[in-house]
Structure formats: C-alpha cells, structure tokens
C-alpha cells in the first residue's frame, strides 16, 4: 500500500491536514453501493440487517393515537401501498412529485419508504404553514398528488390544490396498507442520482427554498448514522419529537426503520405526553431540540418531571439549534446518568454531518460532535477565503456525499452555496478543537432559530413592507430561555400612523406558520443603514438588549 503525501500531512488526532487546509473524518469509512446501479432509498433501508427485529417485537409506535406496526409488516405494507398507488386512479411513477402535509403518526414512514419505492420525490410540508407558504411550496415542487391528515385536507382546498388529495388518517388509506391489488407489476428502476426528496429551507438568503436531496443522498446519510450503534441485548427505543418534515426527523424516522430500533412519534409535541410515553415505551432515547431539553430541566416542569420513571433513558439527542452551556450543565446535574449528545446538520447536507459516539465524546461539553465518515470540512476566514486550523472560527465549509444536488429552479443561489468543488457554505462560524470536536460559535447567516425552527429576517421584512402604515422595517434575533431566540421587528411608522405593537404583529401572524410570528414590536424613527444602506442589524440588536435585562442571559 502507498501512503500519500496529503495522507501523511493529516494529523491523526483531529484529521486536519495542513497542506490542503481540509478536515477529514476521523471515522473508518463505510460502504456505499457503487453509484451507477439503480437503488432506491427503500432498497437500501429495506436491505440492512434488522438482527433483532423480529425477534424482540420492535416497532413504530403511534404515541397520541396508541397505534402500533411492528417492524415484521413494514415491507409488506410498503410494497402493499406502493403497489395500490401505482394503479389507477393515481397511477403514480418515476419523477412524479407529491406533496405530504401531515403530522407525524405510523403511516408516515410507511408512506415514505412507499413513494421512494416508486421513485416518487416527496415534499414534505408543515402542516401549520400559513397559506401563502403553502402555495409558494405547491409553486416550487408541482405535485401531482398531495397527502394529508382530515384535519391538514382543509389547508389544500383553501389554496385550490387541483390534485388527487389522499388522506392518511383514513380507512381507505389502512386498506391501501393492508390490501395486495391484483396483478404483479415490475420494480421501477430509481437512480441513486435521481430526487427523493424535496424540503424547505431558507438557504442563506431568506426566500422559502426547495432543496433537492437524492437517493444517494439519503443512503449516504443513513450509512454515516450506524458508526457507534452500540450492541445491544434488546433493541434502543427512540422518542422522536421532532416533526418527520423536515430533514431531522425524516431522517431519524428513516433510519431507525434502517436499523429496526422501535420509534414512537407524537402528532405533536406535548411535554406530559412525552413523559408518560418515555415510562411506557420504556425509551431508551430521546431526540429533541432544544426547547425539550429546556422544558426538562425548567423548575416550573419540575413537579412532572420529577414523578416520572426515568430508569430506561440513555440518551438525549438534541439537534436544529445550540444549546447554552447553562442548560446543558443543568441538564448533567439534573439527570446525571443520562448523556446529552448534540449533533449538527443542515437540511441541504441531508441532516447530520457531525455526532457524537461512544462515552469518552459524551463527555466533550458544547460540542456538536465528530464528522461522520466521508465527511470533509474546512474552517474558512469570511474575509480571506484562507482555510483555518484547529482552534480557529471561520465559516464551515463541508463536502461529501451527502451535499444536497441543488435548489429547485435556482441555479444561481445553488451556484453561490455550493462551489464547483462541491464545497457547501454553511453560514455557520465554528471550530474543530485538538481532537477533531466541532464547536457552533455563531451564525454569520441572517438567519433566526425559533425552537429550531428557521425564520428569514428577509421575509418578515418583505410582509411588514407591504404595510401601508410602515414605511421601513428590520428583524432582528432577541434572546429568548425558551425558543432559543424569537424574531424581532423594528418599525418606522408613515407620518401620522398610530398603528400600534399588537397590530403589526396581527399583520405578520395571518401570513405565515406560527414559529415564525413577530414576538416583539419596537417602533424607531430610522433604520440604521451603512453607506451603501444595508441595515445594520448588529446596532439593532445592540439596541435592543441595551435598554432590556436580557443581556446577562446571553
Ligand atoms: C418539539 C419542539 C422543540 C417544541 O414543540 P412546541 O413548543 O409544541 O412547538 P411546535 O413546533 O409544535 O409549534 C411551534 C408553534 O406553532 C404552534 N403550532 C404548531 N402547530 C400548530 C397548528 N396546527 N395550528 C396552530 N398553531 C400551531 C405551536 O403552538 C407553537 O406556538 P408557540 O407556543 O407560540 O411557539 C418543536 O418546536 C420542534 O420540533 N422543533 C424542532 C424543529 C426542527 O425539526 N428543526 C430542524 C430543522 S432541520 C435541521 O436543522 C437539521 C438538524 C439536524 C441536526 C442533527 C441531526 O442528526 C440531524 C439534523
């Protein structure tokens, strides 16, 4: 075997190489099916091992509607309901799209793996979208055909969606599910190149994206997630408590039925609901964001969470935004025998490209873990493009498999976010220490995280300019315990107008999904703007904390 020079260069502690500024993966590589033979993500997830399955009864768990599939009816179900929606009357193919607006439940996966099966790309939506986010979705993606719950139906026929709706939550779907349609149809051929999915995002620039993630994309992903799985005498119980719309718990949900660990899901989230699922379902892990996290260690929950049983809980993963060290060191006192493993990933780098694995990680406070393997990462300087070594901030910069093929119908923003050497921009000023932790410094992005949630500045702007009493706008992040920050709106008001905090924030709150509503109004006689009148918001949001008794929080 030869050793290359670049090899010799990368430091075997934290994989960093100092001829090429690039940051490996300190994981061993893992097999990716060659790239050119059609297989779908369901072929891949379907084909894994499920060692003990089977034998230990797990399964998919339905916590609010106390449903269960045991993971031994997974494929014939799939193959069942791929099979009735090939058939007419919806005679779904390759390259059809449909769009799923549902909560999360137990059909959901299987609803999935069916459509991938087919190589129909899915688009997954909030169901708490506001209309006209809706519509910019049905926009961008052109379904052919729409799923949705009896409740989330009513949101498609106030937009006029003119294509079949099929509701999930209905007998007719369970048959669907549980029925063989006659005749025996051949297997659809699906690239790992072509699109499986497309979700939205705000790239770096503020207006609703849809990001193209493929085949080959998810099977990367997945691939990544089983370093570190440790051998178990009986199979890990996950609580998801993230919605299976966006790539987090897509990804989750998709991979725990890769690996056959029992996943339980809540239509949405409730903390009591939670707690008495962790006593019942005996979970072993709980994937959150960071609300949950704080939610538990929240004196004013302490009466709830101290009457529950917390003796089968391992893990606490959490994902979609930072948690403070403050919480994060409650959370070790609080419940000292369960690790908190945080975990960083994007929906256009088809979710987690960096966890943590094993004891000795879990105990690295702050971090969001290691690279996942085939993972390679740069520390960019924002102002001289120059790589950066361990120990230094710069925008991180990540390439592998699992970078997203592009956005929907923007060559030009997908030009700007991906370079011609398949180098993703974050927008994330962070760091890799010694040992190869990647560390979240900040976000360089105009982007807020509403309980992980993102929320355009650009798009909260937009709606409050076409006020007629506003004459200019600007949002900022606030801090917030709780959401993690809540989106912020500067006002100028037009000469005359009395219009008041509660109003412009009706105004925003009737146009867009609940996470991203104005929580707070200050009203201002300019914005500030530099010479070629960009806003300054780092004045705006020094502004707003001078005169608040958040700062010591922050
Ligand atoms: C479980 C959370 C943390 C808390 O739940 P919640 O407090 O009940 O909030 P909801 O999300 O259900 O709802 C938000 C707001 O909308 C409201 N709402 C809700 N549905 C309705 C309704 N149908 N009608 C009307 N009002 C409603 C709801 O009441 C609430 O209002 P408010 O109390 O004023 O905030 C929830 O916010 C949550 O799942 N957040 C995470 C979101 C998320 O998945 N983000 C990931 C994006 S992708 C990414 O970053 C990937 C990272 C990643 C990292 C690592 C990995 O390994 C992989 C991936």
């Known amino acids: 075997m030869t050793i290359s020079n670049s090899q010799l260069s990368i430091n075997p502690q934290n994989g960093f190489c ?80 449909a769009f799923v607006i549902c909560p999360n439940s137990a059909n959901l996966p299987i609803l999935y793996l069916s459509l991938f099966s087919l190589g129909v790309v899915v688009s997954p939506s909030n169901p708490a979208s506001s209309i006209q986010e809706i519509s910019r979705q049905l926009r961008l993606c052109k379904p052919a055909v729409a799923f949705a719950t009896a409740e989330s139906a009513n ?59 493929t085949h080959r994309n998810m099977i990367s992903t997945i691939a990544g997630a089983n370093f570190g799985r440790q051998d178990r005498s009986s199979p890990a119980v996950y609580l998801c408590t993230v919605p299976y719309f966006h790539i987090y718990g897509l990804g989750l949900c998709m991979r725990l039925v890769a690996f056959g660990e029992s996943l339980v899901s809540m239509a949405r989230f409730d903390l009591r609901l939670m707690l008495t699922s962790i006593e019942e379902f005996s979970v072993t892990h709980l994937a959150s964001a960071p609300p949950v996290v704080v939610g538990l260690v929240d004196g004013d929950n302490d009466h709830l969470v101290n ?30 025998t369960v690790s908190l493993l945080q975990a960083y990933g994007l929906t256009e780098t088809t979710g987690g490209v960096s966890r943590i694995a094993g004891p000795y990680e879990s105990t ?6 290691r690279l996942i393997a085939r993972c390679q990462a740069k520390i960019v300087d924002p102002n001289t493009g120059v790589g950066l070594p361990p120990m230094s901030h710069g925008e991180l910069w990540l390439r592998g498999p699992f970078i997203m093929k592009g956005y929907v119908d923007d060559k030009e923003v997908s030009d700007t976010m991906v370079d011609s050497d398949g180098w993703l921009r974050t927008g ?49 992040p606030y801090p917030d315990e709780k959401a993690g920050q809540v989106p912020m709106g500067f ?54 904390l001078s005169d608040s008794d958040v700062t010591s929080k922050l």
């Open 18 to 97: 100092s001829k090429t500024q690039i940051y490996h993966s300190l994981r061993p590589p893992y097999p990716l099916p060659p790239q050119s033979t059609p297989f779908s993500i369901t072929d891949f997830i379907l084909s894994l091992p499920k060692t003990t399955t089977t034998t230990t009864g797990a399964s998919i768990i339905d916590a609010t509607t106390r449903r269960f599939i045991p993971y031994s009816d997974v494929p014939l179900l799939v193959r069942n309901l791929a099979a009735s929606l090939r058939q007419p009357p919806l005679s779904l193919s390759n390259g059809a799209c």
């Open 364 to 369: 690295i406070a702050g971090t969001v873990g």
């Open 307 to 336: 009457r529950t049983n917390w003796s089968s809980l391992e893990n606490v993963l959490c994902g979609g935004a930072s948690l403070t060290m403050a919480v994060i060191d409650k959370f070790k006192k609080r419940f000292p």
């Open 428 to 476: 994330d000023l962070c760091y890799f220490d010694n040992e190869g932790f990647l560390f979240i410094v900040d976000r360089l992005k105009e982007l807020i995280k509403y309980k992980g949630y993102q929320v355009p500045p650009a798009e909260l702007e937009h709606i409050l300019h076409t006020h007629p009493d506003i004459t200019e706008a600007a949002v900022i």
């Open 155 to 213: 949101k498609l026929l106030e937009v006029g969606f003119p294509n079949p709706v099929v509701v999930i939550d209905s007998n007719e779907f369970e048959s669907m599910m549980r029925t063989k349609p006659n005749g025996s149809e051949t297997k659809i051929e699906v690239l790992q190149s072509d699109t499986a999915a497309i979700l939205y995002s705000s790239g770096t620039t503020g207006k609703i994206k849809g990001v193209k993630l």
């Open 491 to 544: 006002v100028v008001r037009r000469k005359g107008s009395t219009i008041n905090e509660t109003q412009v924030k009706d105004f925003v709150a009737k146009q867009v999904a609940p996470y991203k509503k104005l929580r707070r109004v200050r009203f201002i006689d300019s914005i500030p703007k530099n010479a070629p009148g960009k806003v300054l918001r780092k004045e705006l949001i020094k502004m707003a």
